[in-house]
């Protein structure tokens, strides 16, 4: 802050006097998310029964009222696409 108080942030997250953060407090001082829970909460493989070879997944966030697909699947794979359909969905292929 080189010395200068008076570029102390203190409202939102304090990014670049921009809020960025996930999460707001309302009006009672509940935290409550911004954007949508799909979006934040992803799934991972922490652990694999041998080596992983490949992962992907799709959340279908939204963007308002639009739903966002960000990792379709690709048409070559048609078994997987009828397998998914239009969910949420995670693939990990593995070797054991």
Known sequence: MND???KVITSGDGWNDED??????DDAGTAVLRQDARMLDRV?????AGTALAFTFEDRSRDGSTTLTCNPVPSSLPNVSQLVGSGQYSVLVWRS
């Not at 960025?20 to 407090?25: F, G, K, Y």
């Not at 991972?44 to 694999?48: H, K, V």
């Open 44 to 48: 991972y493989p922490g652990a694999t």
């Open 20 to 25: 960025l953060s996930p999460v707001r407090l």
């Open 4 to 6: 200068n108080a008076d």
